[in-house]
């Protein structure tokens, strides 16, 4: 166990819907990070915060969205979901702000299927 | 851009054989290499890391090796145990801590 919580384990939705996945990072962390795992892309960055502030993008949609709350919990927003946005979503947490370096430790992820 | 190929992308060794997958990076300015084990059904779980001032570390049965001037890195496994058995993932970060990771090597060991 990692520490690092997420929610829910699954979601199964339509196209063109929205869906909020939730994260909590491991107690002392302030860095949140966000990546994608799907058959065709393997794992890739989207999104990190740290303590509320957006620190580093990677190749994330328009459509997706983050934020990172006061109590350092963060969620991951998509919207006008299409077929292809059906992959794993995992949430990783480190303690240091820019996290070079630093240890990632992730969550169990969510599985999104889009029908 | 930013980008680390990782080879072989399956490999099934006899139970106590050892099993090496390599990893190549692209950006020069990465300075750490993160070895992942993800199981099914499960989030990725570090299992070894190294930085760019060291040129080997050792772990029980694990090992990583760098080759900095090369851009290659390696994850070493010897004694292989089918517990052993997921899929395996290198990984490389610069100064903004966003992990670059490699497709993923598939372990299988045979009781």
């Known amino acids: 166990d990692s520490g690092v919580t997420q929610t829910p384990k699954h979601l199964i939705t339509a196209t063109g819907q929205r869906v909020t996945l939730r994260c909590s990072p491991r107690s002392g962390d302030l860095s949140v990070y966000w990546y994608q795992q799907s058959l065709d892309q393997g794992l890739q960055f989207l999104i990190q915060y740290y303590n509320g502030e957006e620190r580093a993008k990677g190749n994330i949609l328009e459509r997706f969205s983050a934020q990172q709350f006061p109590d350092l919990h963060s969620e991951l927003n998509l919207s006008s979901l299409e077929l292809g946005d059906s992959a794993l979503y995992f949430c990783a947490s480190s303690s240091r702000p820019s996290g070079a370096g630093d240890t990632q430790y992730f969550g169990p992820g969510t599985r999104l299927t889009v029908l | 851009g930013e980008n680390v190929e990782q080879h072989p992308s399956t490999l099934s060794v006899q139970e106590g054989d050892s099993a090496v997958i390599k990893c190549t990076y692209s950006?020069?300015?990465?300075?750490?290499f993160p070895w992942y084990k993800q199981e099914l059904g499960k989030g990725p779980q570090l299992i070894i890391d190294?930085?760019?001032?060291?040129g080997e570390k050792k772990d029980q049965r694990i090992a990583v090796t760098l080759n900095k001037t090369a851009k290659h890195f390696s994850l070493h496994i010897t004694e292989t145990q089918p517990e052993d058995s997921a899929v395996y993932f290198c990984?490389?970060?610069?100064?903004?801590?966003?992990?670059?990771f490699g497709q993923g090597t598939t372990l299988q060991v045979k009781p």
């Open positions: 950006d020069s300015a990465s300075n750490y």
């Open positions: 190294i930085r760019s001032n060291v």
């Open positions: 990984a490389s970060s610069g100064n903004t801590g966003k992990l670059i």
